[in-house]
Structures are given as C-alpha cells and as structure tokens.
C-alpha cells in the first residue's frame, strides 16, 4: 500500500510538472536572438534580391541597346575616318582607335552572322522539334541550357584575343595577318551561340503551344532542381556574388528568349492582340517560377552561411563602381566589356538571333514602314540615354554610400597589369608588382588602390590563413605563397564555378 502511494504521488506530480511547466528563454537570450535574426535576414531577401535583380536588369538591358543603337553608330564613323585618314594625306596619324578597330570588327561579326543565318529555317527547326518525345525535348533543353553557360564562358576569351590580335602592337606588317584566324573563329563562336539559343528559344516555343502544357511544366520544375545543387554547398562572399551575377543575366537571357516566343506567336496568328492574352499566363508561370527559384535558393544560401541580407547592398555597389570607373576618361574597358565579363553576358549573339526573329516575322514594305522602322530606332536611342543616365545618377549614389569614391582615382592592379593599352606609368608598376622580391612590400602598397575587382575580393583573415596554409603546408612561409593564389573577383570575368575549389 505504501509502495502504490509513492506511485500514485509520483504520476500526479508528473502531470502537474507536465501541466503547469514552463519555458525560461531568456536563458539561452543569444541562441534564440540569433534565430530570430536568421527569420529577419530570410524575409529581408526577397527585397534586397530583388534591388540587385532589377539593377542588373537595366545595366543587361543597356548593354544589349547598345548592340542595336550606338554600336551602328561607331561603326559608321570609324568607316568615315577609315576612308577620309588617307584622302586627307595624315600619314603620321592612326588610321583607327583601337576602340574602333574593336567596334568595326563587332559589326562585321555581326553582319557575317546574320548573313549565315539567313541559311536556317525557324520554321523547319520548330517542326523537328515538335516531332520529338516530351522526354527528349525535357533533356535537349536541359543539355542547352549547359551549353549556354560554357559557351558563355569561352567566348569572352575568343573575342577578347580578337580585339588585342588586333590592336597589339605590330613591329611587321605581315603580323597583321593573325588576325584572320582570330576573326573567324570570333565569327563561328557568335554563330554557334546564336544556333544554340534560337534552339532554346524554339523548345521554348515548342512548351508554350502544346496542348496539355505538361513540357511547360516540367521544364519550369527544372529550375527548382537547381535549389538542391547549390543550397546545401558552402558559400562565402565571392561566390555569392558570383552566383548572382549569374542569376541576373540567366534572367534577362530568358526574358528575351519569352519576347521571342511571344513575336513568332504573334507572327502565326496574324498579330492578332487576343492572342496574347493566351500566352500571357504561361509568360506569368515562367517568370514567377524564375522568381521563385531565386528568392528561396539566396535565401536559404544566406541562411545555412550565415551571410547577411545587407550583402547584396555592396553587391550592387560593386556593380555600380563598374560602371562609373568605366565612364571615367581614362577608363581600360568600355562599359559593355565591363558588364560582360562580370555578369557573363555577351550581348552579340543574343541581338543577332533578335535582329534575325523580327526582320523574318515583320514585312517592311513602303515608305510608310521605312518612316516607322526610322522613328522605332530614335525611340531606342532615346531609351538608351535615358537609361544609361538614370544608370549612371544612381550608380553614383550607390559608390557614395558605400564610401568608395577615392578608389575612381586609383587604378586597379589587375587592370594595370593585364591591359595592353595601359601607359607607361602602369607598365612600370605592373613591373613592380610582378617583382618576386619585396612581395608583401609591394602587396601592401597596391592594394589599397584596388576598384571593384577587388572590392569584396578578399576572404577572411583566418580564411584565407587557412587556404594558404592548406596549400602550402607551411606556416611560416604564408606570406611568400600568397600571390599565386587569386580570390574569384580578381578575374574580371565570369566564372562558372559556384564555389571555391581548395
């Protein structure tokens, strides 16, 4: 009897503990605080994602204006003084700028390529398409999609050994003959590219006007695949950024690839407007799923890398810097070359495969068409000054608050050292720094005057201790081994890698 009433005394007690206990959080204050921060930063994502997004749209979109605008322009002049240099009897004088042997030959890549694809039939390539298993279509689009980012990747480093091929120095006359072979290969890369997106754009065309719209579905379900490759993988700084970059010009790429899925639609029914009514909720799916995709994979990335929201602010920043460093007199790169190499976005055969849709799709017949087509480039003008000044006020605002202005007046190392066209003063500093003694000497006083390549650029300390002395192996020795190992933005251009490789 005793025994049972020590039980019945212990089960009561257990229920009433159960009952009536309570919670102390504020014993574990810093767990539950940093928690909560983790909420805030997954719910500040979306907007900061979303400024940087938008802000990369426009710098994208002025880019690729500039293909259609200013770059016809530039081309014109440069033939006018090509051919009035030597009526004029200026032997002393270059007959072209190298900015301008750059764009004259941008315009014969351009014209090369639209004439080759004159040869390939739209129509023909979307019925080949069509015939195919939904399958099929699900792993070509899968496998372009790859193809995209390599050949994206490699085609920088095509046309930018063109344009020095072209405007290196040249002791003998016959050394200009190198460039033909850079020339070629420049135009069978913007052709390839520009194959290989109309082939996305025709799969794409494809899912939009199949009747159950189950190849639609699962190609936007694709993107979420993406979420599982890249979020449970460590991030730092660097390869966030590069990520984003990435995103940005992933987005624009597709929103053009729906404007022309949208104009050959058009172009089959007559452009009658009430069918774009019909294609406007797949347009809607396509683009919501993009967006989805992106706001829960940076979030959660910040979230597993304890990364805060406000670094898409210096992201933005950064790319802010590109632009106005660009603008400056004695600027290296041009502003497009500037957003090519950090977004991966090249502009040429995306324009070309635009230019090649629209002259196919609409009929320019009369003087009244020729007057319209006259008034549509002076409205595309004017967006494009629009644009790049808003660009340009706004990416002042943005270098002021993140209290980068003294850097404008410093060149970046890098640039100094690898541009061809640099003055003499920056052959002899990029000699100093590639002196093998004195390294950390000559480490210390550059960096300092380093730009956007190297804003953001460099880990943290006990990181890159830890990388240095996992390569190495010495502990002593860090500081000797230091320069061989390069931070991801010190490469002003893109990279596919999403993380760092030790």
């Not at 983790?38 to 940087?52: A, D, S």
């Not at 093998?436 to 300390?461: C, G, H, I, R």
């Not at 931070?487 to 999403?498: S, V």
Request: glycine fraction near 4%.
């Amino acid at each position: 009897q005793h025994v049972n009433t020590l039980i019945e005394a212990d089960v009561q007690l257990f229920i009433t503990t159960e009952l009536t206990r309570g919670y102390f959080l504020e014993h574990n204050e810093a767990k539950y605080t940093e928690r909560r921060e983790r909420v805030y930063t997954c719910l500040r994502i979306p907007k900061e994602l979303e400024k940087l997004m938008t802000f990369g749209f426009f710098l994208c979109l002025d880019t690729f204006l500039y293909v259609f605008t200013l770059l016809p322009l530039r081309v014109i002049l440069a033939l006018l003084r090509l051919f009035t240099v030597p009526c004029c009897g200026l032997s002393g004088s270059r007959l072209l700028q190298p900015a301008q042997v750059c764009d004259v030959l941008k315009g014969f890549i351009m014209v090369l390529c639209y004439s080759m694809m004159s040869y390939v039939d739209y129509s023909m390539m979307y019925h080949l398409i069509r015939g195919q298993s939904v399958i099929k279509l699900y792993i070509i689009y899968n496998m372009l999609e790859v193809a995209d980012r390599l050949f994206s990747s490699f085609g920088q480093d095509i046309l930018d050994a063109l344009y020095w091929t072209a405007t290196e120095p040249k002791e003998k006359k016959r050394a200009h003959i190198g460039v033909i072979p850079h020339f070629l290969m420049a135009v069978l890369y913007v052709f390839l590219h520009a194959i290989l997106i109309m082939v996305q754009a025709t799969t794409l065309n494809v899912a939009f006007n199949s009747h159950n719209k189950s190849l639609l579905t699962i190609m936007m379900s694709n993107n979420f695949v993406e979420i599982k490759g890249s979020v449970f993988k460590k991030f730092e700084k660097n390869n966030l950024f590069q990520m984003s970059n990435s995103d940005i010009k992933e987005r624009f790429t597709n929103y053009i690839l729906l404007l022309i899925v949208c104009l050959r639609n058009m172009e089959q029914f007559s452009w009658n407007p009430d069918h774009l009514w019909v294609l406007f909720p797949d347009v809607v799916m396509v683009i919501a799923s993009e967006v989805a995709v992106d706001v829960v994979k940076h979030a959660f990335i910040t979230k597993f890398n304890d990364i805060s929201a406000d670094v898409y602010g210096e992201y933005r920043a950064s790319l802010a810097f590109d632009l106005v460093s660009s603008r400056q007199k004695n600027a290296y790169t041009d502003y497009s070359d500037s957003v090519s190499r950090r977004m991966g976005f090249i502009p040429l055969p995306l324009a070309l495969l635009l230019i090649r849709v629209v002259t196919s799709s609409v009929k320019i017949q009369g003087s009244l068409s020729f007057m319209c087509v006259l008034l549509f480039y002076l409205g595309m003008i004017t967006l494009k000054v629009l644009n790049s000044i808003v660009l340009l006020g706004t990416s002042c605002m943005f270098v002021k608050e993140a209290n980068m202005e003294e850097k404008l007046f410093h060149p970046p190392p890098s640039a100094v050292s690898s541009q061809p066209t640099a003055d003499k003063e920056g052959a002899s500093l990029a000699s100093d720094i590639a002196q093998p003694t004195n390294m950390a000497e000559s480490a210390a006083n550059v960096l300092p005057k380093s730009d956007s390549d190297t804003f953001l650029t460099t880990p943290d300390d006990e990181d890159d201790d830890k990388i240095i002395n996992s390569d190495t192996g010495l502990e002593g020795e860090g500081v000797s081994h230091r320069t061989p190992k390069k931070d991801l933005l010190e490469i002003d251009r893109f990279t596919i890698c999403g993380n760092r490789i030790d």
